[in-house]
């Protein structure tokens, strides 16, 4: 259970750093 639970947060954590990466690279250029 803790596992599967750490991964999709991994998952999902890496999802959302990526789109805000994204973004502020685009404001920022």
Do not use: F
Request: aromatic share 0%.
């Amino acid at each position: 259970m803790v596992s599967s639970n750490s991964r999709r947060a991994v998952v999902v954590g890496a999802g959302i750093g990526g789109l805000t990466a994204a973004v502020a690279l685009r404001r920022t250029g």
